[in-house]
């Protein structure tokens, strides 16, 4: 049997349906047609059946009214006959239309109250569903305004200052005041200006890219580059040599020597590792930055560890929360647009059986740890 000839069958079968047939009614179930109209309105069993009740007293009637005029009149004549046959008939009649009236304004009643509640609970999932997406709306409302406020927060502190410096030599040049320097301090200048338009260009970088993960879900990173965990940390390391020795930081690698594979985003892997090792150069005056990469099973260990100024007790929870800096940080770095860490978090946390976490303690350093499953 088709479907269509399925959904057909239960249409015509419908309570109230031309040929709806009451299978609890003793005289659908002998005679298997449809007896009278009123029945494809009635769902009663045939002993609440008000036809069924109105047989019996009437059959009753018809012997009671029969022996009464047999014992009056001590025989029975065709003309009372006739009389209560008749009776009977025009009673019935009017006693079958009656019931029937009530039957069908009964079905009509229940049909729509059940068709009511459908409505109201087809409305009230429709006034949660709506209410649930204006909630999740005025979330995200509340999250771009916050993030507002906190970009123009850093808008007026981190980014003011290397345009101002930037503004500043520029007008010197351009008002010919350079030209009175000395080389060394003109270059002095020039190299201030140039590592001001390195650290614009940074944060610029830290706020479209939080702004992507903030958009988060829609963002889909891939991660399923192979990647050789040795060959990126070693490219990664050579890149920030300079920036080491220009602090005069020791920038120890201990260069497995072998592969470490791990399933990745290679783009986004390389931002993470690099953003770990420039805060450890950043935040370290003097030492040492060590690099370590090391198996452990069927996982990879990356460490970043520093001699720096670590982070206070109070602060290392949320240093990977958006826009967080520790005290100490905030004090001796102005620079800083907090957002690393977070880019950090959020990149691993895309990255099935990927964990960050770090251990620091103020004025001895810190240790950012970096765990990935091994593709082996
Ligand atoms: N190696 C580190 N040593 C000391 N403090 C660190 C180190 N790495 C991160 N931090 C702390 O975590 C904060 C957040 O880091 P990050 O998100 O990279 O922001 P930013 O470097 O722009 O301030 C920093 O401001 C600093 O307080
Ligand atoms: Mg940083």
Not at 209 to 231: F, R, V, Y
């Amino acid at each position: 049997m088709s479907k269509q000839q399925i959904t057909n069958n239960k249409q015509v079968k419908a309570i109230g349906g031309e040929t709806y047939l009451n299978k609890n009614c003793w005289l659908v179930k002998n005679l298997n047609s449809l007896p009278y109209t009123r029945c494809q309105y009635c769902e009663l069993r045939f002993r609440h059946c008000l036809f069924l009740q109105y047989q019996v007293i009437s059959a009753l009637l018809i012997c009671f009214a029969l022996a009464l005029f047999y014992i009056l009149d001590k025989k029975l004549s065709f003309a009372p006959i006739i009389i209560v046959f008749a009776i009977v008939i025009i009673y019935g009649y009017f006693f079958n239309k009656s019931t029937e009236k009530i039957i069908k304004s009964n079905f009509f009643e229940k049909k729509a109250k059940e068709e009511l509640k459908t409505l109201s609970s087809k409305l009230e999932d429709k006034v949660a569903e709506q209410t649930k997406e204006i909630k999740a709306k005025a979330e995200r409302m509340l999250k771009l305004v916050e993030m507002r406020s906190d970009f123009l927060d850093i808008a007026s502190h981190q980014l003011r200052t290397p345009t101002s410096v930037i503004r500043g030599t520029l007008a010197m040049m351009r008002d010919g005041d350079m030209d009175k320097m000395k080389p060394v301090e003109r270059s002095k200048f020039i190299d201030g200006m140039y590592q001001k338009s390195i650290k614009l260009e940074e944060i610029i970088n830290d706020i479209l890219m939080a702004s992507e993960m903030e958009t988060g879900s829609e963002m889909n990173i891939t991660t399923d580059d192979q990647i050789d965990l040795t060959d990126l940390v070693n490219k990664i390391i050579s890149e920030h040599i300079f920036d080491a020795q220009a602090k005069k930081l020791q920038l120890v690698w201990q260069k497995p020597n072998e592969s470490m594979l791990i399933r990745g985003s290679l783009k986004y892997l390389g931002e993470t590792i690099d953003h770990i090792l420039d805060n450890a150069i950043k935040y370290t005056i003097q030492g040492a930055v060590t690099v370590t990469l090391a198996k452990n099973v069927d996982k990879v260990l990356l460490t970043i560890q520093d001699t720096g100024i670590g982070i206070p007790k109070a602060d290392q929870a949320k240093v990977f929360n958006k826009f967080a800096r520790a005290k100490n940080a905030k004090n001796a770095y102005t620079d800083g647009s907090g957002l690393g860490l977070f880019i950090v978090k959020e990149v691993i946390d895309k990255h099935p059986g990927a964990k960050v976490w770090l251990e620091s303690q103020e004025n001895k350093g810190t240790k950012v740890y970096l765990e990935f499953i091994l593709n082996k």
